[in-house]
């Protein structure tokens, strides 16, 4: 017997769809729930993507995810952009709301949730490895959250600039850039230490973070945003040397977390979807 098929989410995609370990996650949290939702993935050329765009208006779809290099060209074929997805300058998940479908950044939203967990942002000292993408979305939400002081430290040093003065701009959040050449060391006031670049990414392996380790102090919470493997080398050094340590799986499962609330309303158990996540992953 035939029907019609109604997916719910779709996912904009950049990449090779077979990279994505959003689906099964997502799809996980719709089974736990007991939602006869799908969550759909298509690789979008970027001169389609308005197409694309009207193409989920046209077929209902209630929301979806937007990865690179979809993240900034997206905001022009949407109705509205919300605050924080505004102040970032992209958006990675969309959400209907009425006959508008609405740009949101779930990327710092997970980091900052996952990092509540631990330590709560305001006040806090943070320096910031790298200026992407990730770290925008990251340094934006903890400054909303009230961080006291905000230092990027990146490879190319005009890119970390900019990205301190756009938080400085936009945010009003005290924002200051520092160059990134031979092993850093971390400065004594820090809480809060993000490595927001992309060393370490599978399958890239065991790769080592140019910073003076011996500048870590037990009080710092250390976070990494590499979802897999998630147990990095550097969290590996910073749990021996006795701190708080986050990963980027939880990261991944938070931002998880909070686009299926903005989707269906409803709190996702996030130990269902990094089970799914881990299981993606290949058991890391
Ligand atoms: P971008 O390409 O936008 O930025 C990459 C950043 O990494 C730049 O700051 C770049 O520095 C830096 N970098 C890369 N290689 C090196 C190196 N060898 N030494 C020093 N710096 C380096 O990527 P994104 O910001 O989008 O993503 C970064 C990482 O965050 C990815 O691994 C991604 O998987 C992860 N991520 C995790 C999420 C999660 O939920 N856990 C969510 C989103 C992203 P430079 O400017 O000098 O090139």
Redo the contacts with the bound molecule.
């Keep these: 017997m035939s029907r019609s098929f109604k997916p719910e989410l779709c996912c904009l995609f950049g990449k090779p769809v077979a990279e994505n370990p959003t689906q099964p996650m997502i799809e996980a949290a719709f089974r736990h729930h007991g939602l006869d939702w799908r969550y759909v993935q298509f690789e979008i050329d970027p001169e389609a993507l308005a197409d694309a765009v009207r193409g989920m208006r046209a077929m209902g779809f209630r929301g979806g995810n937007v990865t690179?290099p979809h993240k900034v060209a997206i905001v022009k074929h949407l109705d509205r952009i919300a605050e924080s997805a505004s102040v970032i300058g992209a958006v990675?998940c969309i959400v209907r709301r009425g006959h508008e479908l609405v740009g949101e950044n779930t990327?710092g939203l997970?980091?900052v949730q996952s990092l509540r967990e631990r330590a709560d942002p305001s006040g806090k000292n943070v320096v910031i490895?790298?200026?992407?993408?990730?770290?925008?979305?990251i340094a934006v939400e903890l400054a909303l959250a009230g961080a006291k002081t905000l230092l990027i430290v990146?490879?190319?040093r005009e890119?970390?600039r900019e990205l301190a003065e756009w938080i400085r701009s936009r945010t009003g959040a005290v924002a200051d850039s520092s160059p990134?050449t031979g092993d850093y060391r971390i400065p004594a006031a820090t809480d809060v230490l993000v490595q927001?670049?992309?060393?370490?990414?599978f399958p890239e392996g065991e790769?080592r973070?140019?910073l003076d380790l011996s500048t870590i102090e037990p009080r710092m919470v250390i976070a990494d945003?590499?979802?897999?493997p998630p147990q990095t080398r550097l969290l590996r050094e910073a749990r021996a040397r006795g701190c708080s340590v986050l990963d980027?799986?939880?990261?991944?499962v938070?931002?998880g977390v909070t686009g299926f609330k903005f989707w269906t309303g409803i709190d996702a158990d996030p130990s269902v979807m990094r089970r799914a996540l881990e299981e993606a992953f290949g058991g890391s």
């Excluded at 927001?196 to 990414?201: D, E, F, R, V």
């Excluded at 980027?248 to 991944?252: A, E, H, I, P, V």
Aim: aromatic share 4%; hydrophobic share 40%.
């Design positions: 690179t990675n990327d997970g980091f490895l790298g200026a992407g993408g990730a770290a925008r979305a990146n490879r190319t890119r970390g990134w927001a670049t992309s060393i370490g990414l790769a973070v140019p945003v590499i979802p897999n980027g799986l939880g990261m991944l938070n931002q």
